[in-house]
Nanobody, 118 residues
Framework: QVQLVESGGGLVQAGGSLRLSCAAS????????MGWYCQAPGKQRELVAS???????NYADSVKGRFTISRDNAKNKVYLQMNSLKPEDTAVYYC????????????WGQGTQVTVSS
């Protein structure tokens, strides 16, 4: 069974920091690109950051310079370090695993809530 389990969300004041973690199981982790997406109520799910199998990263313009995505293949984990948080960052954050081979499906975690108070 494939599982992506997010943790680390919570309530934080503007300007604060959080580190989200995603633990993956049931996949060959090193062969998947990993990503973090956010979704606010009534809004589309949007890419926040991604990291490829080779370690290349990509960020949404709104989080560049504030968020950092990283992965630890030995632990089958991907992280999102979120600094200088803003109220507009408030959303549910989802972990995503996208396979290198397109014949395989992608997977999503259940999400973790991040709330930034003003």
């Amino acid at each position: 069974q494939v599982q992506l389990v997010e943790s680390g969300g919570g309530l934080v004041q503007a300007g604060g920091s959080l580190r989200l973690s995603c633990a993956a199981s049931g996949i060959i982790f090193s062969t998947y690109s990993m990503g973090w997406y956010c979704q606010a109520p009534g809004k589309q799910r949007e890419l926040v950051a991604s990291i490829t199998s080779g370690g290349s990263t990509n960020y949404a313009d709104s989080v560049k310079g504030r968020f950092t995505i990283s992965r630890d293949n030995a632990k089958n984990k991907v992280y999102l370090q979120m600094n200088s948080l803003k109220p507009e960052d408030t959303a549910v954050y989802y972990c995503n695993a996208r396979p290198l081979y397109i014949a395989l499906r992608e997977y999503w975690g259940q999400g973790t809530q991040v709330t930034v108070s003003s």
